[in-house]
């Protein structure tokens, strides 16, 4: 058997052989057409025109190959385009869902940093009038409103810094008007420029969203006309407009101040109501917020933080309160509350319970924490002592200042001397 397999075997290679051609030997120099004239039949070359034309039909389809190549590239590049201006916009909209909420949360906490009060109130620079904080600016604009026709260059002007909040705003509307009045004076004859037209975008940009924009150019001498503010040749007084250009360069605003919305406690008659036991019982919601809370702690107990980091973490969680409530301890069992902005310095807080103690002198007293700590640095913000968002003192005196009848605070803050429940 291995006989025959091995003849076949053979028998196969000398066909193989035969058709490979005629043989030489390895040291035998042969051309390259000698062999190739063994192997196949002297080939004829094409005529001129067959080379033309196979040359074109080669071009045209290498020039398909690179349209193809090309579109495929551009239906790419279009393709990652539009994932990305996709996912531009999902960013874009992220952002904004994140801002609303941050702005929700920052209004929902400036409520729970004084959460004995209904609302912060702002004391009306102009009359005295307490009014709610999202409605100060109002109250404001109405006040300067009624005084206007009495003396409309400094009302306007005080209305223009005083109720404008964005500097960049403010700034380009003060530029604008100034530019308007420089113009006058210098170019007393020129008629174009004692006339502005509400389509403009100088005007509709810069001047109309201004709080008293319109009252500068009125207290200016400009008047409406039509689709325009103009200035009759009769209403020019140059004296007025250097007197308005003036305070426009030097114009300051007069800020609301925090109304403290004084209260006075007394802790005698206090009674404590029963706690029912679902009072400690926690809710779903409640449970999984704890437990993200723990989770999150862990997670940054066990990276590698700094001193300084964590600082920092400490003050970005007391910037969400803009406002703090004080509570101060008098051993006549008397407690006085006050509101206060947590950039304010302990200094104020001082001078808080020293505007309503009985005696008119300055006496020497200290404020402490319930942990004992005093609080001696006055130039500390109260956000710095970490007196947020809110705190109870104690207060102590020097025992050499008498206090009559053991009373510490005015009578006139004693008559409204309320239970605290």
């Not at 025109?49 to 239906?75: H, P, Y």
């Not at 706690?275 to 997670?299: G, H, M, T, W």
């Not at 990276?303 to 980091?309: A, D, F, H, V």
Request: charge should be neutral.
């Amino acid at each position: 058997m291995e006989k025959i397999k091995k003849f076949f075997d053979n028998k196969k290679l000398d066909k193989k052989f035969k058709k490979a051609g005629s043989g030489h030997l390895l040291t035998e120099s042969i051309s390259r057409q000698s062999y190739f004239r063994d192997v196949s039949p002297d080939r004829v070359l094409p005529i001129a025109s067959a080379q033309m034309a196979g040359s074109a039909a080669l071009n045209r389809f290498e020039k398909k190959i690179q349209s193809v190549e090309s579109d495929s590239q551009r239906a790419i590049r279009l393709r990652v385009k539009r994932e990305m201006e996709q996912e531009k916009k999902r960013q874009k909209d992220e952002e904004e869902v994140q801002r609303a909420v941050d702005a929700r949360n920052r209004k929902i906490t400036e409520m729970d940093a004084v959460p004995s009060v209904q609302c912060i109130r702002l004391i009306c620079p102009f009359c005295d009038s307490s009014e709610p904080k999202f409605e100060i600016d109002d109250h404001m604009f109405s006040c300067l409103q009624e005084t206007f026709d009495e003396n409309p260059s400094v009302v306007s002007i005080t209305m223009f810094f005083s109720l404008n909040r964005n500097p960049e705003k403010l700034d380009a509307g003060k530029d604008i008007l100034t530019r308007i009045l420089k113009n006058i004076i210098n170019n007393p004859t020129e008629e174009k420029f004692r006339k502005l037209r509400f389509s403009t975008n100088a005007y509709q940009a810069k001047v109309q969203p201004i709080k008293g924009g319109d009252q500068v150019l009125t207290a200016a001498g400009f008047e409406r006309q039509g689709d325009a503010w103009v200035m009759p040749a009769s209403m020019e007084d140059y004296e007025k407009l250097q007197m308005l250009l003036q305070m426009l360069d030097e114009g300051q605003p007069l800020m609301p101040k925090l109304d403290r919305q004084l209260r006075v406690f007394s802790t005698v008659s206090r009674v404590f109501a029963p706690i029912p036991n679902d009072f400690y019982l926690l809710s779903k919601e409640e449970v999984l917020r704890e437990q993200r809370l723990k989770k999150e702690a862990l997670e940054r107990s066990q990276q590698l933080r700094t001193k300084k980091m964590r600082e920092k973490d400490e003050i970005q969680e007391i910037r969400h309160y803009k406002y703090t409530l004080i509570r101060v301890s008098f051993p006549d069992n008397c407690l006085l509350q006050g509101i206060f902005n947590v950039y304010e310095t302990l200094e104020s807080v001082y001078k808080f319970v020293q505007s309503v103690l009985q005696t008119e002198d300055v006496i020497d007293f200290y404020l402490k924490e319930m942990t004992g700590k005093k609080l001696t640095d006055r130039k500390a913000t109260l956000a710095d002592l970490k007196l947020v968002p809110a705190v109870l003192l104690n207060f102590h005196w020097d025992s050499s200042v008498d206090f009559s009848d053991g009373m510490f605070l005015k009578s006139s803050i004693m008559e409204n001397l309320e239970s605290l429940s």
